[in-house]
T-cell receptor
């Protein structure tokens, strides 16, 4: 398994500003992922972050709005840029771990409220 | 594309009675299936996973799920509900079409447990 931590756990931000969310894994992992969970909704994949390459974004998500860094095998950041109230969500990171690398383990999430 | 359908948005049970959370999947090949649980204000925790081994999968906290290919189902069960089981449960299918694991989440089932 993998233990994943995220910072900050929650934040309240003003529209037009940006927030960077950090994700730390307790072991080296190849693939990390960023998800968004809007209020009362299920999880939607934003992008996949592999170390040493650019992130791969899902339809509806763009790099200018959600830039991602993956500087090493244990760490990644997601920035939510030029925020609006519609960006108020829980943002979760996950990592692919386990013996067969077939299980995603999730961080506790970052609760973001944009005013 | 892979998908899952969670048939109930809410399930209410009394403490000590059985739990059944229903999930049907759609997959063009043998899928990997997961159940995750999300307690209020907490991150996602893996309950159990099916990856083409035994069709009856046992998970944590007394939960289990049975993979039934003929019915394309992966229902989650527990013989006796505890108050602490009250949470949101997500059925998830793994999609490897893109060359890496992408999780596709169901819409979630909220389990309510009454004394």
């Amino acid at each position: 398994s993998a233990v994943i931590s995220q910072k900050p756990s929650r934040d309240i931000c003003q529209r037009g500003t940006s927030l960077t969310i950090q994700c730390q894994v307790d072991s080296q992992v190849t693939m990390m992922f960023w998800y968004r969970q809007q209020p009362g909704q299920s999880l939607t994949l934003i992008a996949t972050a592999n170390q040493g390459s650019e992130a791969t974004y899902e339809s509806g998500f763009v790099i200018d709005k959600f830039p991602i860094s993956r500087p090493n095998l244990t760490f990644s950041t997601l920035t939510v840029s030029n925020m609006s109230p519609e960006d108020s969500s829980i943002y979760l990171c996950s990592a692919l771990a386990g013996g067969g690398q077939e299980t995603q383990y999730f961080g506790p999430g970052t609760r973001l409220l944009v005013l | 594309a892979q998908s899952v359908t969670q048939l109930d948005s809410h399930v209410s049970v009394s403490e000590g009675t059985p739990v059944l959370l229903r999930c049907n999947y759609s997959s063009s090949y043998s899928p990997s299936l997961f159940w995750y649980v999300q307690h209020p204000n907490k991150g996602l925790q893996l309950l159990l996973k099916y990856t083409s081994a035994a069709t009856l999968v046992k998970g944590i906290n007394g939960f289990e799920a049975e993979f039934k290919k003929s019915e394309t189902s992966f229902h989650l069960t527990k013989p006796s509900a505890h108050m602490s089981d009250a949470a949101e449960y997500f059925c998830v299918v793994s999609d490897w079409n893109t060359g890496f694991q992408k999780l596709v989440f169901g819409t979630g089932t909220r389990l309510l447990v009454s004394p």
